[in-house]
């Protein structure tokens, strides 16, 4: 099954949006695993679900745990750190070879992951107010790598389909299934080897570099900011190579350390900047357009599916200006107030953010989906003229076949 369209045309954001529907394509398919982690995680810890609620019901003390949440919380660590990346890495050797591909990519991705470990890499501090974090030192006190699988898993399905390519029609009859088993093993294992000794120490410096990015954007009030690539990339359908490829492996990694969830999951999956756009076009929209956005607005508030409101934006694209300061407030509201979900909202449904946020944080998480709401209206409502102007780019149809041109295909939901 394909988890996404088979993009078409050529290129930059056609080169774009190929990378994105190839990461999104390793990402997709297992969400409902890092949901399942995110769960889990929102009902076991200290702070859960559980336990709020035995200490509301039963009197249990604030630094208590129930038996359950101790019990079931012991597969939080190894899903995060050993599932999650070698399902990554299993999924993206399939998408370049197949079964076998598969499983030379999970083979591999294990080296990746054991590479902090067995090398004994820390992550790098770039300055002097970065806490210096020590090496670790067991299986317990791995970091996840998911950006190591990303790129193992399909690097080293890639060499296993070289060589089956090299070898195809030169075996003798008979010989077939040994050297196709004892090859998958051998260049597994080497590539096993390969991903502790030269990309375990690659990706730590990536991933270094990265968090201290994501860092220095926090710290200075900077993170906002990303709406300005994130709101208009949706539209044109890059948000996968964005939100899948990069936001939700960062924000993961982010959840699993001390903060115990991340800003990083709310940044494109926010259902507010949409349904602020879909309001505006509902009261001041052109009047030929307002019947068809009432169930637009189900669509992409309940159902999450944020394509739906794509074609309104093409229709008067100035539109998109709207989204990016109602998602960059947004995002600021969630910075200031301290928001953050424990895994990815997927879809970006309302319904997904209750479900993935923490007890702490959901009100906050609400509020800065209200703000960004309001704030996508308010300026949506003054670039439509408060209906005064009836001028718009492009009809609904029209717009609906830019937003199929712009995704790679044709979009089943918008259409319908």
């Known amino acids: ?24 394509g390793m990402i997709m398919p297992n969400l409902g695993a890092f949901i399942a982690w995110g769960l889990i ?71 990746v992951v054991v590479a902090p470990l067995a090398l004994s890499l ?40 070289l060589w089956d390519r090299l070898v195809d029609g030169r075996l003798a009859s008979g010989f077939e299934m040994l050297v196709d088993n004892f090859s998958a093993g051998i260049i597994g294992g080497a590539m096993a080897v390969f991903g502790i000794y030269v990309l375990g120490p690659v990706v730590n410096v990536i991933a270094s570099v990265l968090g201290y990015i994501v860092d220095v954007l926090t710290t200075n009030g900077l993170l906002p900011l990303i709406s300005i690539i994130v709101e208009p990339a949706k539209v044109l359908f890059l948000n996968n190579a964005i939100g899948n490829g990069v936001l939700v492996p960062l924000a993961t990694q982010q959840a699993a350390g001390a903060a115990g969830s991340s800003i990083l999951f709310m940044i494109e999956s926010n259902p507010g900047p949409g349904l602020g756009i879909l309001t505006a076009m509902l ?45 960059g407030f947004g995002v600021a509201t969630f910075a200031l107030l301290g928001g953050g979900l424990f895994a990815p909202a997927s879809p970006g449904s309302i ?3 209750v479900l993935v946020s923490p007890p702490d944080k959901l009100l906050v998480n609400l509020v800065g989906v209200l703000v960004a709401a309001v704030v996508a209206f308010v300026v949506g409502s003054l670039l439509l003229g408060f209906g005064r102007s009836e001028k718009v780019a492009m009809d609904l149809d029209e717009a609906n076949a830019r937003n199929a041109q712009n995704k790679g295909r044709k979009t089943a939901v918008a259409g319908a």
């Open 283 to 327: 009261l001041f929209g052109p009047r030929a357009v307002r019947p068809t956005v009432p169930s637009a607005m189900v669509v992409h508030f309940l159902g999450g599916i944020h394509e739906i409101y794509f074609p309104y934006v093409l229709m008067k694209p100035i539109l998109v200006v709207a989204t990016i300061i109602g998602g």
């Open 122 to 161: 820390a992550p790098i501090a770039f300055s002097a107010e970065q806490t210096a974090v020590k090496a670790p030192a067991a299986l317990s006190e791995l970091s996840p790598s998911f950006l190591g699988a990303l790129i193992m898993g399909p690097l080293a399905a890639l060499v296993l389909k």
């Open 41 to 111: 995680t929102a009902l076991t810890i200290p702070n859960g679900w559980v336990n709020l609620i035995a200490r509301a019901w039963f009197g249990l003390g604030a630094d208590q745990s129930t038996a359950f949440s101790t019990t079931v919380s012991t597969v939080v660590g190894p899903i995060i750190v050993f599932l999650l990346p070698i399902l990554i890495g299993y999924t993206g050797g399939r998408q370049v070879h197949g079964q076998r591909g598969a499983v030379v990519g999970a083979i591999a991705t294990m080296g």
């Open 351 to 353: 319904i997904a953010y």
């Open 1 to 24: 099954m394909s988890f996404t369209p088979t993009v078409t045309g050529t290129g930059p954001r056609a080169a774009v949006q190929r990378f994105g529907a190839f990461l999104a």
